[in-house]
């Protein structure tokens, strides 16, 4: 069948009518296909310098720094922070801490939560734009990519042209870094777990555990998937966080703005032009801020989910303002009432300060101070107290009634700790068992403890008592409640 000369005609629904069903197009008019997702288009960001750009680059290296050398840091005789989930604990410099002390991790998500807050409702999405990893090893990623195959230009010419063998040899050597950092990133990770020299030699050896095999690899091909390839999609679809961010903002956050009073209209110009008689406004439309914007929106268009507030418009508008001669800030962090009243800089930062924000401080001054605290207050040791079910009350020798508990001890302390265990909470008790414990460091240790109590002059049934555990020294004293029972 000729195809040329019979074409299918195939209609398009573009309207729903309740009583009559789909609306077609009229007759003779040709369907079109309109495709209700927009493919999508590579973004070839452009390398800028600038002031925000200055910063997002120091975050980098500070951020990798903290991230990369942490685990190799030493404290004393071990790695300065592990997370030793085998042995359920957590070493933080000088603290050790147990799956008892989650209390402090809630604090810690707790800081997190409304240090997130804060900072958005002061300027926006400072964290995306600056230090979440995503946008840190997307930075990184792409600055490896502009060394292997050039400029924004550069590689648009390359990707659209056919594939040489300088193009294969740039590409490969492209993915192969991304390889490397992404790998490297995933056995750091997984050297918070497991002691990374220890790691280290297992991976020389090729012998490192399932488990560790698994999430370097998981983890390296995360950052290689989301930094090389997926980039500004993670921060648009993936990322819950621009999509309930604008609950946090108001017409007083700072955020990256266009100010579009000065701005418009638009045109190019001669840089020597008088824009009074050309009825044009700063703007020379040379949409560089397009090109160098991550995500690939246009700030002109006014505020989007999409921005990340990276500030690289800004730094690259001001670079054209310094070019044809105009003054900085026609893209700069501003609010939306600073704009529209014309407000200088420090009535701008005056009205930042506003009550959500105070509240926000307050109430993390408050977490953080109660937290340090507690941390500064916490007995480097903890006590469980068990009744030992497979041994009744009973009459022991002379006469005295004993029961007989089951005490773990826990020593938090990175010394050999020996503790006293003494009784309290009824007429006459005393431990008749070993009473004085030694524990090595960081260790814990179950205790079978024998109370006994005279038989004359205590009630039968149930009778509340406490043990209290001293530390030698002055590290501090546990007090643990148990039940002493008189048979009848």
């Known amino acids: 069948m000729n195809t040329e000369s019979a074409p299918l005609r195939k209609v398009i629904p573009i309207a729903e009518s309740p009583d009559k069903g789909p609306i077609e197009p009229p007759p003779g008019a040709d369907a079109e296909m309109v495709s209700l997702y927009e493919a999508h288009k590579k973004i070839y960001p452009r390398s800028v310098t600038g002031f925000f750009s200055n910063w997002r680059w120091a975050t980098v290296f500070l951020t990798q720094i903290v991230f990369y050398g942490l685990p190799w840091l030493e404290w004393g005789q071990r790695q300065a922070v592990l997370f030793d989930l085998g042995a359920r604990r957590f070493y933080i410099f000088g603290l050790v801490l147990y799956p008892q002390d989650f209390i402090y991790l809630t604090g810690i998500l707790v800081i997190s939560a409304f240090s997130l807050f804060l900072f958005t409702a002061v300027a926006g999405r400072l964290w995306c734009g600056y230090a979440c990893p995503q946008t840190v090893y997307t930075e990184i990623f792409l600055w490896l990519e502009k060394k292997t195959e050039g400029d924004r230009s550069a590689r648009m010419r390359r990707d659209a042209g056919p594939w040489t063998l300088d193009k294969l040899w740039r590409k ?16 750091t ?101 397009v090109q160098v914007c991550p995500t690939g929106i246009d700030i002109r268009k006014g505020l989007q989910y999409e921005c990340i507030g990276c500030g690289a418009c800004a730094d690259v508008c001001d670079t054209v303002m310094d070019k044809v001669g105009y003054a900085r800030g026609l893209v700069k962090y501003s609010t939306e009432n600073a704009i529209s009243q014309n407000w200088t800089r420090a009535q701008t930062l005056r009205h930042v300060l506003r009550p959500r924000v105070l509240i926000y401080i307050a109430i993390l001054g408050t977490v953080v101070t109660a937290m340090a605290i507690s941390l500064a207050m916490r007995i480097p040791f903890k006590v469980d107290v068990v009744r030992d079910r497979g041994a009744l009350a009973r009459i022991a020798e002379g006469g ?59 009630a039968p049934g149930s009778h509340t008592i406490h043990f209290e555990i001293a530390a030698e020294g002055s590290i501090g004293k546990v007090s643990e409640k148990a039940v002493f029972i008189v048979p009848r």
């Open 189 to 289: 990770f997984v050297g918070y777990f497991t002691p990374i020299h220890e790691l280290g030699r297992e991976f020389i050896q090729l012998d490192m555990g399932s488990w560790e095999i698994f999430w370097t690899f998981f983890y390296g091909f995360a950052t290689y998937g989301n930094a090389g390839f997926m980039r500004e999609q993670v921060c648009k679809h993936m990322c819950p966080y621009a999509r309930f961010q604008s609950a946090m903002f108001d017409k007083d956050t700072l955020i990256v703005t266009y100010d579009a009073a000065r701005g418009e209209p638009r045109g190019g110009r001669s840089k020597k032009a008088d824009l009074s008689t050309l009825n044009l406004g700063a703007c020379i439309d040379c949409s560089l801020c």
């Open 400 to 458: 005295r009634i004993e029961n007989v508990f089951r005490l773990q001890i826990m020593n938090a302390t990175e010394a050999t700790q020996r503790f006293h265990i003494s009784v309290e909470g009824l007429p006459g008790l005393s431990v008749v068992s070993e009473n004085d414990i030694a524990i090595a460091s960081t260790q814990a240790r179950w205790v079978a403890v024998r109370v006994q109590g005279p038989a004359e002059g205590l």
């Open 172 to 187: 490969t050597s492209k993915h192969f870094l991304w390889l490397a950092v992404a790998l490297w990133t995933g056995f």
